[in-house]
């Protein structure tokens, strides 16, 4: 099913929800149709959302960042979504991601400071481990380290 025949919650879930992973990726999400998701009661159950390679943008993080659906996210795959370090302070000061350990960031737009305003926030105790580029992943507990891929 491709973007233009996606007009529910269900239309993005299909083929796409095994048990509590949705993979959503690649399937051009745009804000209005990332909506449905974060209005569907489904979401709830989900705790591995892979949202990669889509069209969020930073007001699409905003909205997650505020969605009180995804409470029992874990993994949360946000690479190449257009988002910029204003995306991540809007994600850093989220109070609906309490169970968020593990983010990927690949291929967006950050700078730092974002990165920085995760690794620093208040909110997201759980967090633990996120990807910025290949091969970089910073651990809360460890810092930064390198792992040439390839």
Request: charged share 20%; net charge neutral; proline share 1%.
């Amino acid at each position: 099913m491709n973007k233009t025949q996606m007009q529910t919650a269900e239309d993005i879930y299909e083929g796409r929800l095994r048990g509590n992973q949705l993979i959503a990726s690649g399937i051009s999400l745009t804000l209005g149709l990332a909506r449905l998701l974060w209005a569907s009661e489904k979401i709830k159950n989900v705790s591995w959302l892979d949202l990669a390679d889509n069209q969020l943008g930073d007001d699409g993080l905003l909205e997650l960042a505020n969605c009180d659906q995804l409470v029992n996210v874990q993994y949360l795959n946000l690479n190449k979504n257009e988002i910029t370090d204003k995306g991540l302070f809007f994600l850093s000061e989220s109070k609906n991601l309490p169970n968020l350990k593990r983010l990927h960031l690949k291929n967006n737009l950050i700078e730092g400071g974002g990165i920085m305003a995760l690794f620093n926030s208040s909110t997201l105790n759980s967090l633990s481990t996120f990807q910025v580029h290949d091969g970089w992943t910073c651990k809360k507990m460890d810092g930064w380290r390198y792992n040439p891929q390839g």
